[in-house]
């Protein structure tokens, strides 16, 4: 592999590699400014010119220097080859002028842009521009505040012309609706004649622009960056299991972006997942414990959690032998979906299963399975290796008198197939979850729970990677994580020992499923682990399915 010094550093990068990439490899001051190059794009950069190094050694067979600065995201290393960056005073003499000229038309108002904080034209001129400006005659004005899509405004005042926009919807998105029109300082972005950005990936768009031009309609002007919270964590909305950072602020969520995983979704992430928040701070969340005293009603008591606890357990010991089954949401983690087979098993419950959701994939990120957690509920026992094949003798259990007791864990009864007049049979019917449903009206016993940004826990993704959930913000009112309730329910059941901690529940969940042997939450870290080996039959939907809407179904809704 061909080797490089740059600024006196030396490094060993593969053929083929750039001297931009070389320098990333490097790391610290040694790595040149870009804004128009982005590494997961393959189209053409050097269209900002803030990548330019002076290549003061060409290479071994060649030693000559090359006779004018160059673009270090197009230029390739050779062997022997040396580099200066920060080294060289033409090279910082050159990005000043880059950055002056970049400012030329530039609005000057860094305070109101709704890039502030995260703005890369704002970092590079801090670090390479001039306290003030030689120009004097007036700005050249283009569009502001434009809608070009249900999801984007576009502020055209503030576009460089990178065209990171442009290469992300022909290369990634397949939807070549951007371009720009005009000449010289005039250029302008816009959308083609008759279409609007309204790609379910146009957000990707905004987390690539390197300046305020392109906004979330969502996001823009609600927060400053500076102030959230940033959580690193994984998306629920499918099987992909994309890596994602919640921006939250005194327990609410504002934003959700992508996080880099080139394993995953290397930095991209579907409209339809990241603005299906919302519903997290819904008014109508369930937020504390409830009972039906007289069955007769339809309403409920709110009651503490030991009360809930204690009448939930007496009435699961209460019920006969094999008259009892579980159903749990493939929404649940691994922890949780551990507990909830542990409780079947204490219970004598002998039919367990999770509701399947099953979609068209669109061939980017939403995969097919609607469901994030599905390798999970396979691999810890609480369903068969097509999920929902063991709802229909759930279903036939109530309706015949067989089962007595249901206990349903994240999901509406309804899903189930079961009827008001079906649910009517059972002696006792104990439901956890997030949002009010019908089904609640038949429940003997409301658990509320924790959503998924407001607990910590882990997951199998479509191709069986280990990924790790973590909390961004605290659940409502008395509301607690599944993992937690179940537990507590457990040792209400005289489950030994008593599980206190989600790392608990992994040790414990880890010794007895031999895939997780020896991990921790800790060790799974940022990325995930890849660990098991999923047939492409299981991530597809079974013959006959029924499919939900191209789009991911959101998980209020669903």
């Known amino acids: 592999m061909p080797k490089v010094k740059i600024d006196g550093f030396e490094v060993e990068v593969p053929d083929g590699t750039t001297i931009l990439n070389a320098a990333r490899q490097i790391g610290g001051d040694i790595v040149p400014p870009a804004m128009c190059y982005y590494s997961t794009l393959q189209g053409s950069g050097g269209k900002c010119r803030t990548c330019l190094v002076q290549v003061t050694k060409g290479s ?320 810890l026992g609480l369903c068969g290796d097509q999920p929902g094949e063991r709802l229909k003798d759930i279903v036939q259990g109530v309706r015949g008198g067989a089962i007595r007791s249901l206990v349903v864990l994240g999901e509406d009864p309804a899903t189930l197939g079961l009827s008001p007049e079906d649910l009517a049979k059972l002696d006792t019917l104990i439901l956890t979850d997030i949002l009010p449903h019908p089904g609640m009206a038949a429940a003997d016993i409301v658990l509320p729970s924790a959503a998924w940004a407001e607990k910590r826990g882990s997951m199998f993704n479509i191709k069986g990677r280990l990924q790790r959930l973590n909390q961004a913000i605290p659940a409502p009112g008395d509301a607690r994580p599944d993992y937690e309730i179940l537990a507590d329910l457990l040792a209400a059941l005289g489950e030994q020992p008593e599980l206190t901690s989600i790392e608990d529940v992994f040790r414990v969940m880890g010794a007895a499923t031999p895939q997780l042997d020896g991990l921790s939450l800790s060790k799974i870290g940022d990325l995930g682990i890849q660990l098991l080996d999923i047939p492409e039959a299981w991530q597809r939907p079974p013959v006959g399915a029924q499919l939900a809407e191209r789009s991911a179904t959101p998980i209020a809704a669903a």
């Open 60 to 379: 071994e067979k060649d030693p000559r220097p090359m006779p004018k600065l160059v673009a270090s995201c197009q230029t390739f290393v050779q062997d022997g080859m040396e580099v200066a960056n920060i080294s060289s005073e033409q090279v910082l003499e050159a990005r000043r002028g880059v950055v002056e000229f970049l400012l030329l038309n530039h609005p000057l108002d860094c305070p109101i842009c709704d890039q502030a904080g995260e703005c890369k034209l704002q970092e590079f001129s801090l670090e390479y521009g001039k306290g003030g400006s030689r120009f004097r005659e007036n700005k050249v004005k283009k569009p502001k505040n434009v809608v070009i899509g249900p999801r984007v405004t576009l502020d055209d005042e503030r576009c460089i012309l990178c065209s990171r926009c442009i290469r992300f919807m022909q290369e990634i998105a397949k939807d070549d609706c951007l371009g720009f029109v005009n000449r010289g300082s005039y250029s302008t972005l816009t959308v083609a004649p008759g279409r609007q950005l309204d790609s379910n990936y146009s957000l990707n768009t905004v987390d690539i622009c390197p300046v305020g031009a392109l906004t979330s309609s969502d996001f823009r002007f609600k927060m400053r960056v500076w102030f959230l919270k940033e959580t690193k964590t994984i998306d629920v909305h499918c099987g992909t299991g994309s890596n994602i950072v919640i921006g939250s602020r005194e327990g609410v969520v504002y934003r959700i972006t992508p996080r880099d995983n080139d394993d995953v979704n290397q930095c991209w992430l579907p409209d339809s997942h990241r603005l299906d928040f919302q519903w997290l701070h819904d008014p109508e969340r369930l937020a504390h414990p409830m009972l039906r005293t007289d069955r007769a009603q339809t309403t409920h008591t709110r009651v503490t959690w030991a009360l809930a606890i204690q009448e939930a357990a007496r009435r699961l010991q209460s019920s006969a032998p094999g008259g009892t089954a579980v159903v749990a949401s493939a929404r649940l983690t691994n922890e949780e979906l551990f507990l909830a087979a542990r409780l079947a098993s204490r219970t004598g419950a002998k039919l367990t299963d999770v509701v399947p959701r099953w979609g068209e994939p669109d061939g980017i990120l939403i995969a097919a399975d609607r469901n994030p957690n599905t390798n999970g509920a396979r691999l």
